[in-house]
Antibody, heavy 119, light 110 residues
């Protein structure tokens, strides 16, 4: 049973870069899945941020594409999110999730981590 | 790429059936058989309930079923139980290797 765990700073200052890592256990990030980031502002809905494939190829939400980078570290069995030039609107719970290739659904999720953007 | 439209809330009594709609466009829901549904209890991560419009993952109750007609997908919960009270989100592949989620529906068991 694959498990995902997000980690990173819970507080980021406006205009700075948000950086999060998702550690995968019970499975390998090299095992032929997509690995996604999804966020949820308090009291609001889910927003897909982007994903990375085992090969390192990436896809991003067009509305965030200019500020997002997702990367893979196979040696640590992790993948990461960087979101630049953050504002208060980026305050949210950030989830990492496994995305089934060709089937387009998220079958395993991390517990989520709250990131607050504030000075 | 706009969020898929869901009713803000749906309620029902124990034992009843309820249906949650998820309306998109011909660029997402209407063009792909790739709609999934997620259940989210307060403070918890979403849980996959339905994928590829009608399929149920192992371990998900058969009281949950999905369907699609045109640009609208639907999730039906039959034999409503107290534990079904949660938020529900639909999600669709939206082309160009992107996804779009629904606005979310709060299900209340009366």
């Amino acid at each position: 049973q694959v498990q995902l765990q997000e980690s990173g700073p819970g507080l980021v200052k406006p205009s700075q870069t948000l950086s999060l890592t998702c550690t995968v256990s019970g499975g390998s990030v090299s095992s032929g899945y997509y690995w996604s980031w999804i966020r949820q502002p308090a009291g609001k809905g889910l927003e897909w941020i982007g994903r990375i494939y085992t090969s390192g190829s990436t896809n991003y939400n067009p509305s965030l594409k200019s500020r997002v980078t997702i990367s893979l570290d196979t040696s640590k069995n992790q993948f990461s999110l960087k979101l630049t030039s953050v504002t208060a609107a980026d305050t949210a719970v950030y989830y990492c999730a496994r995305d089934r290739v060709g089937a387009s659904y998220f079958d395993s999720w991390g517990q989520g981590t709250l990131v607050t953007v504030s000075s | 790429q706009s969020a898929l439209t869901q009713p803000a809330s749906v309620s029902g009594s124990p034992g009843q059936s309820i249906t949650i709609s998820c309306t998109g466009t011909s660029s997402d829901v209407g063009n792909y058989y790739l709609v999934s549904w997620y259940q989210q209890h307060p403070g918890k991560a979403p849980k996959l309930m339905i994928y590829e419009v009608t399929k149920r993952p192992s371990g998900v109750s058969n009281r949950f079923s999905g369907s699609k007609s045109g640009n609208t997908a639907s999730l039906t919960i039959s034999g409503l139980q107290a534990e079904d009270e949660a938020d529900y989100y639909c999600c669709s592949y939206a082309g160009s290797y992107t996804y779009v989620f629904g606005t979310g529906t709060k299900v209340t068991v009366l």
